[in-house]
């Protein structure tokens, strides 16, 4: 069940709302003017060495955390997630793609016992894709190499859509990209136990300032 989960939650065709985002590209590449494949690795390179990795500590430490039947305190959680965004566009974002997990995850198991995230608000996708893959039964490891080609698989087909790159040639640089994630998978489940306050809180400034220009477009084909 649990392999079949997970290339349930793989496919580009579930409904978790990432289609409409680009992970910043759009704005990097018209703004920076990245027109070629080694841009493209170099950005993706950052943004796994970033964003990527905090977030990978966050998704094993509430696997772990939720197959230990420990509790925990979502609102911190929240808290410290919220903290290490520091575009307020970027957060929203965040958010929304949470919302439309929670909404996906309620639509296909939907009589089961399934446990999300607590609190008023939408909660950040990383939460939400935690708890989903922790219910499904796939590891800490699983779930966060998972994540990472989620972050990956937005970059280069809003690449493809953007600037008509061969579509073959992104899949050998996604290939060529399991090393580096490798390690990002071996680092994120290194922070598993450790307290919310001092997992890794890596950021992109660049990046996040690109998000906010880009919010501010009046034509635009991704939503972030």
Do not use: Y
Not at 48 to 60: H, I, S
Not at 68 to 77: H, L
Not at 181 to 194: E, F, N, P
Not at 218 to 224: G, I, V
């Amino acid at each position: 069940m649990a392999t079949g989960a997970l290339a349930l939650l793989a496919d580009g065709r579930f409904p978790s709302g990432g289609h409409a985002h680009s992970a910043g590209w759009e704005a990097a590449q018209k703004l920076l003017q990245l027109d070629d494949t080694a841009a493209l690795r170099s950005f993706i390179d950052g943004r796994l060495a970033t964003v990527g990795l905090t977030e990978a500590a966050f998704v094993a430490a509430i696997i772990h955390r939720l197959d230990a039947s420990v509790s925990i305190a979502w609102g911190e959680v929240d808290a410290e997630v919220d903290a290490r965004i520091a575009s307020p566009i970027a957060r929203r974002t965040s958010r929304s793609l949470g919302r439309q997990w929670v909404r996906a995850a309620r639509s296909i198991w939907r009589g089961e016992s399934l446990a999300l995230p607590a609190g008023d608000g939408d909660p950040h996708q990383i939460a939400a894709f935690a708890c989903v893959a922790a219910h499904v039964g796939i590891t800490p490891e699983d779930a966060v190499r998972l994540h990472l080609h989620h972050l990956v698989a937005t970059i280069t087909t809003a690449a493809v859509r953007l600037q008509g790159f061969d579509p073959f040639a992104i899949q050998r640089l996604q290939f060529d990209l399991l090393e580096s994630t490798d390690r990002i998978v071996d680092d994120a489940l290194s922070w598993q136990r450790v307290p919310w306050s001092e997992l890794p809180a890596s950021s992109g400034p660049l990046a996040d300032q690109l998000i906010e220009h880009h919010a501010t477009w009046d034509l635009r084909l991704f939503q972030s």
